[in-house]
């Protein structure tokens, strides 16, 4: 029993890290990996299978699928932002949450708020999301997307990013969390003492260090 229960652990461990694991020659190449961002000749970037500033909320359609929620988030006494959210991103064995930022227009958030079939507090109670309206549909999905933020849902350590990402130009200390910062590639990555990791997309030109 005690040889069966290592051996199920052993697996399991396995199964946790393989998705950070050089992949098999013989498999096919997988796409849409965190850490696969092309940099395009004109300094921009292309990950997850998207190009920053480019790419439009409708190309995630036609490449991510339409298993996500699109709404306008806004905390208190904010217009708020437009964003597709993907709570199931999946890319072979990893997975994670994916969440695609516009730089939509004050007065655009404002008008798909007023018309928004609907309304709702969100989980944390500290904003509020709104749906907006069949009719502005085909405004809203015209947009660009301007910032990918992703959440994987395993851990990672110091010796995986590395491994993956390389090293960081800059580490910042704060408070229960030090930031990987990687501007030539637009990449900000929070490692947080007690919470899952944040990788933050943006186009390079846009980048901005975390004070």
């Known amino acids: 029993m005690k040889i069966f229960l290592l051996l199920f652990v052993l697996l399991a461990a396995v199964l946790l890290v393989y998705p950070f694991l050089d992949e098999s020659e013989n498999a096919p190449p997988l796409t849409g990996l965190p850490w696969q961002i092309e940099v395009m000749s004109d300094g921009s970037t292309r990950v997850f299978e998207l ?16 298993d996500m929620e699109l709404a306008i988030v806004a905390g208190t006494n904010e217009v708020g932002n437009l964003e597709m959210y993907y709570g199931n991103y999946r890319a072979g064995l990893l997975s994670g949450k994916l969440i695609l930022q516009t730089s939509s227009s004050e007065e655009n958030i404002q008008r798909w708020r007023e018309q928004a079939i609907k309304s709702e507090y969100m989980a944390s109670g500290k904003a509020v999301k709104y749906l907006p309206s069949p009719d502005d549909l085909p405004q809203v999905l015209a947009e660009a997307i301007n910032g990918i933020t992703f959440i994987p849902s395993l851990n990672l350590d110091e010796e995986i990013i590395k491994a993956r990402f390389g090293e960081p130009e800059q580490r910042i200390q704060r408070e229960g969390v030090t930031h990987w910062l990687y501007p030539e590639i637009g990449l900000d990555i929070a490692i947080f003492e007690e919470a899952k990791e ?11 260090v975390v004070k």
């Open 51 to 66: 190009h920053l500033g480019t790419s439009r909320l409708s190309d995630a359609l036609d490449i991510l699928g339409h």
């Open 198 to 208: 944040v990788m933050q997309y943006v186009p390079p030109q846009d980048f901005q």
